[in-house]
């Protein structure tokens, strides 16, 4: 059984920061991709990035050069730096460890 808790959600100002995180536990394969997708009210669960073990990552067009996914393999754990936030990222975050473990979410509200 693999349990995913996230952290670093809140309110935020446009073009403010946050960071989230995510820790594994349980039956962890560190091999395994993880990742962030979130979700905005009245729209489909969305990939945000994610990244490989060996550090090859993907995102989400709208958030390039924007947000930044690390992860530290030893501690099971994956990061989401937001930078440069904007009212349109307000969703719930979602940590993802592949190929289909879901945490329960953190909101992220950007608005002033």
């Known amino acids: 059984q693999v349990q995913l808790v996230e952290s670093g959600g809140g309110l935020v100002q446009p073009g403010g920061s946050l960071i989230l995180s995510c820790a594994a536990s349980g039956s962890i394969f560190s091999i395994n991709a993880m990742g962030w997708y979130r979700q905005a009210p009245g729209k489909q669960r969305e990939l945000v990035a994610h990244i490989t073990s060996g550090g090859s990552t993907n995102y989400l067009d709208s958030v390039k050069g924007r947000f930044t996914i690390a992860r530290v393999n030893a501690k099971n754990t994956v990061f989401l730096q937001m930078s440069s936030l904007k009212p349109e990222d307000t969703a719930v975050y979602y940590c993802?460890?592949?190929?289909?473990?879901w945490g329960k979410g953190t909101l992220v509200t950007v608005s002033s």
């Open positions: 993802w460890y592949a190929p289909s473990k």
